[in-house]
C-alpha cells in the first residue's frame, strides 16, 4: 500500500522560511517525477515544483526563486525549501507523482503579512 505523509506546514511571518517534507511508503521517488502541488482557498490545486528522475527540477513562475525542491534517495523523501514567504503562498501542500493518484493528507503553510 502507497502512503505519502507530508509534514513541516506551519505559521510564518511574510519572508520566513519553512522546509516541507514528503515521506513516501510503497512506492520508490526516485523512480518517478514527484511533484509539489498546493491548493489554496477558493482557487484550484497549482503545481509548484517538480523533480525529475534525474534529479534535475522545475518550478512554477511564483516559485523561482524562493522554492527549492530536492530528494533524498536514501529516505526516500521529497522536500520543498520555501524562503521569502508571502501571505499568498498560503495554501495546504501535498507531493505527488505526477499522473499517479496518490495523494497524502497535505500540510498547512500559512504566511502572515
Known amino acids: 500500500q502507497v502512503q505519502l505523509v507530508e509534514s513541516g506546514g506551519g505559521l510564518v511571518q511574510a519572508g520566513g522560511s519553512l522546509r516541507l517534507s514528503c515521506a513516501a511508503s510503497?512506492?520508490?521517488?526516485?523512480?518517478?517525477?514527484i511533484g509539489w502541488y498546493r491548493r489554496a482557498p477558493g482557487k484550484q490545486r497549482e503545481l509548484v515544483a517538480f523533480?525529475?528522475?534525474?534529479?534535475?527540477?522545475d518550478y512554477a513562475d511564483s516559485a523561482k526563486g524562493r522554492f527549492t525542491i530536492s530528494r533524498d534517495n536514501a529516505k526516500n523523501t521529497v522536500y520543498l525549501q520555501m524562503n521569502s514567504l508571502k501571505p499568498e503562498d498560503t495554501a495546504v501542500y501535498y507531493c505527488?507523482?505526477?499522473?499517479?493518484?496518490?495523494w497524502g493528507q497535505g500540510t498547512q503553510v500559512t504566511v502572515s503579512s
Open positions: 510503497g512506492i520508490t521517488f526516485s523512480f518517478n517525477v
Open positions: 523533480i525529475r528522475r534525474d534529479g534535475s527540477t
Open positions: 505527488n507523482p505526477i499522473g499517479s493518484n496518490i
